[in-house]
């Protein structure tokens, strides 16, 4: 199946439950109060709703859109997305929203980030009690790290391998999450300990820190695992089969550049990639074509071949990884032991998704926003049950995180207007949050407008 389908699949069923869900907490509370739901919406229906039905004796018509962006609960006497002004023209009754308490409607609106929030705390724990926690831990790759030119002037060398901060020690760098950890506590740390030569040796930070996202971004990275580029497995009919390449080969070079390590490799190409920006048709089949050195399995023996790069310049074959050079750890839980420890998991993810929120007022912060487009390409290429629901549980977390912001039109606007009425006892005008919420509509319209120009960048451009 073709990738581009199957990330595109995971995309839609991740939001179809987290919406589903997230407007069911809104629902839920709506009904507990008595408050009329007159719209339960899966996706958007703009002009056109795919399917919709209303159970006899109900007054809520449940509908299917055909635009998967979202989806949302038409709720009696409330300003929201429908902008339904008439309705609030008439006098109120007793089962509309507007009509009820202050507190039952903060909890009204509270319902989805709250759902989505603790969803996420349940899927890491179900996570954890299905399959367990399998890591290499950072101590036991003891070929130690990949350092770029930044960090080598810091004082790291290559090899070294990571021990622990006066933040705390390293645990793994085997997955998004704890590589986002490892760079988060050596961006914020005063001082890094490593194991180099056998010996620990602490290097001092700069005072100021570190720019995670820059160190991110830089190219090579700051740092990565060190793992030879020993090829796993080759694809069947590829560039690679065509040319020779069989698995447990090594490659030893692309086209000028030296290659030892995976990360060496990476960069190449992505030197390559960026040559071909702006380059015309002509030149980039040429570009394609590369000499690749590789060293057979178990020999000194090192050929040179010739290939054509696929137009992603890719050439079918698969990575060694760190689970095939390093021992891993297995930790498994019981219903019991899962919970609370998929919770800690689940808040822990939160508070650094909340720490790194900051590096999205710098520049590169900026370039790095993202839709659709960048939320798909986390899904795997292959469909991996275990890491759909790690990106369903972190993609709730933002949802909830972003829901819940002070912003008109979204929960965290409606949240802040209720939460000013319960401190002043002065309701704001229907006027007002009318504007509000206009102006809130008009800010996420040119927020996703600007994301969606990064994810087409991104795609044209490599950028």
Known sequence: ????????????????????????????????????????????????????????????EYCLGWLPLGGYVKISGMIDESMDTEQMKQPPHPWEFRSHPAWQRLLIMLGGVMVNFL?????????????????????????????????????????????????????????????SSVYRDISRAKSVTVLRDGRPVTLQMPAEGLNMLEMFRSVPPFLSTYIPARIDSVMAGSPAAQAGIRKGDYLKGFNDAKVETWTDFSVALSKLSDSLVDAPTDDSLAARHVTLFVQRAETELVDTLQLMLMPDLTMGVFRATPYSYYPTETHHYNLLQSIPAGISHGWNVFKGYVNDLKYIFTKEGARSVGSFGAIGSMFPKSWDWQRFWELTAFISIILAFMNVLPIPALDGGHVFFLLCEIITRRKPSEKFMERAQVIGMSILGLLMIYAVGNDILRFLFHI
């Open 1 to 60: 199946m073709d990738v581009f389908l199957i990330r595109a699949l995971q995309l839609i069923l991740c939001f179809s439950i987290l919406i589903l869900l997230h407007e069911g907490g809104h629902f839920f509370f709506a009904k507990l109060f008595k408050v009329r739901v007159e719209k339960f919406c899966l996706f958007f229906d703009p002009w056109k709703t795919l399917l919709k039905f209303k159970p006899k004796k109900s007054d809520t």
């Open 119 to 179: 969803l996420a705390l349940f899927i890491y724990s179900m996570i954890l009690f299905c399959w367990g926690e399998t890591y290499v831990p950072l101590r036991n790759m003891t070929q130690g790290m990949q350092f770029n030119e930044q960090a080598k002037a810091i004082g790291f060398r290559d090899g070294d391998v990571l021990l622990f901060t006066d933040r705390g020690e390293f645990k793994r760098f085997d997955s998004n999450e704890s590589v």
